[in-house]
């Protein structure tokens, strides 16, 4: 079975610009979450869905942060404008098949923002 | 407030010897599971071992295995017979609610 994949792997652009990041979760499940790491501030929660439904987005840092989980099968993590303290690596990790099933995570997007 | 604590920013062991990374959280509820995920250097975030909360037994995978204490909060990870390829981040997992809660991370180096 596939991973959860994620794209793109590497991502550098100029402050201000738009950044997407996308994500398909592992067939089946139906849990999606959105993590920040850093070596600052390790591993942090952004948001997560449950049945395509955002329940927690207190980990976003702010307005310029946005995610969709349009379908089952896709999700998108939206900087804008970016600046270049959102340089970071996201990860995107699925979970399903009942309470306490471990996450299994992408490889993650290394966002750099010149 | 669900927290989980690691102790050791980073910990070297001789390959083929054994290594004890520590890790405690903090949890109100009766009902939860633990995780350890390995990051190697490539990033990627690999599960290791899982625990139930519930079952007092503790698990073990291969070389790897846990030392749960419920009473004490505390979910240690024992790797035995080192190997060039454990040397990565460990980060300790707590998972309530459907939300996971991970520590900071221990760096394990293995020295050949």
């Known amino acids: 079975d596939a991973g959860v994949i994620q794209s793109p792997r590497h991502e550098v652009t100029e402050m201000g610009q738009e950044v997407t990041l996308r994500c398909k979760p592992i067939?089946?499940?139906?849990?999606l979450f959105w993590y920040r790491q850093t070596m600052m501030r390790g591993l942090e929660l952004l948001i997560y869905?449950?049945?395509?439904?955002?329940?927690?987005d207190s980990g976003m840092p702010e307005d310029r942060f946005s995610a969709k989980m349009p379908n089952a099968s896709f999700s998108t993590l939206k900087i804008q404008p970016s600046e270049p303290r959102d340089s970071a690596v996201y990860f995107c990790?699925?979970?399903?098949?009942?309470?306490?099933?471990?996450?299994?995570f992408g490889d993650g997007t290394r966002l750099s923002i010149l | 407030a669900q927290t989980v604590t690691q102790s050791q920013p980073e910990m070297s062991v001789q390959e083929a010897e054994t290594v004890t990374l520590s890790c405690t959280y903090d949890?109100?509820?009766?009902?939860?599971?633990l995780f350890w995920y390995k990051q190697p250097p490539s990033r990627q975030m690999i599960l290791v071992i899982r625990?139930?909360?519930?079952?007092?037994q503790n698990a073990t995978e291969n070389r790897f295995s846990v030392n749960f204490q419920k009473a004490a909060k505390s979910f240690s990870l024992k790797i035995s017979d080192s190997q060039l390829g454990d040397a990565a981040m460990y980060f300790c997992?707590?998972?309530?609610?459907?939300?996971?809660?991970f520590g900071s991370g221990t760096k394990l180096n293995v020295k050949p």
């Open positions: 997992a707590l998972y309530n609610f459907n939300k996971f809660y």
């Open positions: 949890t109100s509820e009766s009902d939860y599971y």
């Open positions: 869905f449950n049945n395509n439904v955002p329940i927690d």
């Open positions: 990790a699925s979970s399903g098949g009942g309470v306490g099933q471990p996450q299994h």
């Open positions: 625990q139930e909360a519930y079952k007092q």
């Open positions: 067939s089946g499940h139906n849990s």
